[in-house]
């Protein structure tokens, strides 16, 4: 193996020398300790290297390493269920090796290797076959199938394939390439995590991705496969709701990237994931699941990698055919560990000394997201048969809270979704405290069919006369601060009543009632439906002389009030 | 036998330049001695092939360039710790200053301690009971927390705090995590920038009490050299780790004020001249206090914990600023103090609208406080949200202009917070009288307002 010397050391950034057929972004293993880096920039035989570990105690005149590969992370089953710091190191295995404290310059296989899993072939011998094609199947998990497919890049016809027990390391199948050659597969690859996997084509979405929050679904729905961002000041309750939307949306998988984000955070999800049925399968949704957390004391280069790490385990599963959310808590961490490297590079500043390449990076991960056609012809009978998708929902924590943060106005350039968080809202404890005027979505033309066949004719009429009642609101509240409520008419009056009744009713929702927590869009629906109904009658009463209070105290809105708790049948 | 280096080639603030150096580490600990023989003790901040720059934890006074001798140790910063530093009071450097000699160290442990990993990690859900209501009943605080004030100049941040350390327990008939063995606790307390005043307030704060005998403290003064604040919190961090995790106590840490922690730190980043964040704090200001506010917790399978409750004065009382906003963005909740409730004579002043502690939800609830808490202070909150917009209202308005309801919510307001929220400074409520409180003010409503709670609450709670 070829080696550098180490000739200055930085926290995080270590510069060596002699580093002659160094490749960018090529992992490299720093000083004695063997920490793992990645080279990030080079002059002449000189390499400037992040490391994702703690790098206390590394002094000029070490060795350094050179791997000749970028950096991977490995594929195969046994990903889900997992927890993996940001490089794809499992930290429950960390605990059995170091103890309770993430120790560096330990190693550990992102798969067990000595799991035996019962493949069961689907290709067949003598069968051509090529990329992402599947050549066989795993029960990863009660809930989830792992197809095992041929790896990006090879082709061929199969020579050998078999039955029975293996472990992730074990040659399932053996390929004939058309020149000649033999390819032996076996049910894990590796992939470098900052290249995109590839795909047919990418096609536009038009399922929604059902959240289970009013608010979202309703209001500003994100598609499968589609991108959202979540900006808010802390206490807003971002957190909250992307924990929220990894519990119930109506993903086949979930990853969950906590970037340098809070321990005791990635601590409940742990806790908590397992004790949870997902409503679809009835399993625990730990079974759909997999963590990535590199908390916010844990090392800020890891931090920079954790979101690459986690999207690329996400394009894995789409490439099966399923459709995968990812969740990143917080992008803000991210590019604030961009910032950190830059700074220690001596990079020009761009704005609030982020990079100039800011936009950029943001822009180029999020356009990993998509619904795609797959590389290989599957059969999966979910969909068509040949669609994955991955859909990618950041939070982003601007300082302040002020929206002209950089990182806020690089997410909005790519993103097609805005869920405004507000921390007046949350003081008032109304949560989701996303506030319904500022916030957009740019898919309700991608998904008004779907809405339509299969929820309801009047589904979109009834949101946008929703929103239009709390537009109104605005306006009329306006107004009555200026010259007091008395001065409305009655018909206003009654606006003000329903629009109260939306926001109290319908988009406030109670994350800790069992049936309140998450609403199916049937649900949703009829709950909006009750409300502009009530409204359309009590219009026509008080245009023939009805009485406002009678009609506000009227059993139809305690029954409004009541229906969050009821589940979708009972309404 | 250590290589000693007269080879200083410059110092500027808190950083001194070593030069021709050979065989020096990343984090290293430096010692330097001057003429006079006195050793100041610093840290190797970045080192090339022969050059090492070193930054001071104490002054630079007196140093010179060609006399001053410097030391590599070959380890980090190290703590001593033992049994005995119960009771006793240090500098922000970790010498004793209470008269008595220097306890003998059971081992010696680096005070930057390491990352706790999340799978290790056990939620935290144990309810503190502070006595306080505002607290108590709107933001509650569990046991392996982190949960600051933020306060500005001039607010009785320094009282609350010692009445949290005063008060603080477990409610009795509750089984803690440990299965009901005797439990310890103690306080350690690091102090950053404070002045005199305020520092023998806490000492005899803890003196009258009695709880001197289970604290620790770190004392680094106003008038203490800056650049040795940056070592004092991590002092009481690891004294607390070391408490919580090997000696099984549950330790509460208070740290004030991280606003001067944070402006020593912006010192040595601007002697560095890196490329200045906001306000010209490091752009790394997060991750170094995260550092820190992430060393409280729990771990799986030991019974001690360590909760924090750091105090900052916001710069101007604003929430915005770096230090504050940073803060709010790693640690579990905030509790924020009032100016206007102060101005009103409404003590502790803790505006509970902004005000939050993010892990409350496991914590309250039946069996550990009462079944209605939640939902009782999701009401409380509503109400006097309203009751707050009614009364800005009839600022503008006038009172009469104001719907019924909207008056009856502008009254709730105030006695909310001159009955709930104000208490005396050394009244010890009990939880459950908090909760009784609670909802002998919502009574001045018709049940039809009260939207958060559960029907059966009402019928079981609220009295007319």
Redesign the interface.
Known sequence: MKEGRIIKVSGPLVVADKMEGAKMYDVVRVGIPRLIGEIIELRADHASIQVYEETTGIGPGEPVFLTDEPLCVELGPGLIGSIYDGIQRPLDILREKTGDYIVRGVEADALNRKKKWEFKSKAKKNEKIGQGDILGEVQETSVVTHRVLLPPGIEGVVEEISDGKFSVDDVIAKVRLKNGGRENITMVQRWPVRKDRPCKEKISPVVPLVTGQRVIDTFFPVTKGGVACIPGPFGSGKTVVLHEIAKWADADIIVYVGCGERGNEMTDVLIEFPKLCDPRTGKSLMERSILIANTSNMPVAAREASVYTGITLAEYYRDMGYDVALMADSTSRWAEALREISGRLEEMPGEEGYPAYLGMRVAQFYERAGRVVTLGKLQNPSNDGKTGSLSVVGAVSPPGGDLSDAVVQATLRVVKVFWSLEDKLAYKRHFPAINWLSSYSLYLDNIKDFLKTEIGEDFLELRNMAMKILQEEDKLLEIARLVGIESLSIENRLTLEIARSLREDFLHQNAFDPIDVHSSLLKQYKMLKLIINFYHDSLEKLKAGGALDEILTSPIRDKLRKSKFLSENEI | MLKEYLTVSSIAGPLVLVKNIE??????LAEIESITGEIRRGRV??????VALVQLFEESRGLDIFKSKVRFLGK?IELGVSPDMLGRIFDGLGKPIDASPRPISEKYIDV?????????????DEFIQTGISAIDGMNPIVR??KLPIFSGTGLPHNRLAAQIARQSRVLPGTTPKGGGVQEKFGVVFGAMGITFEEASFFISQFRETGAIERAVLFINLADDPAIERIATPRLALTTAEYFA?EKNMHILVILTDMTNYAEALREVSAARK?????RGYP??L??DL??M???A?R??G?TGSITQIPVLTMPEDD??H?IP??T???T???IILSRELQRRGIYPPIDV??S?SR?K?KGIGPDKTREDH?DLL?QL??CY??GREAKE?AV??GEE?L?EMDKVYLKFSDSFEEKFIQQAEFEKRDVLETLDLGWKLLSAFPASEL??VHEEYIQKYLKK
């Open positions: 065989e020096v580490k990343y984090g290293e901040l970045e080192v090339s092939s022969d980090g930057n301690g390491s990352p706790i990993n999340p799978f290790a990690r056990d939620y935290p392996g927390q995790f890196e490329i200045p964040g906001r752009g790394y997060y991750t995260a550092t506010y992430e060393r917790g771990i799986k030991k929430k915005t770096p906003d940073l709010g963005y790693i579990e909740g905030q609208m902004p939050l892990l939800d939640a999701n909150f509503a949200a309203r209202l503008i308005l202009s719907s939207s958060r």
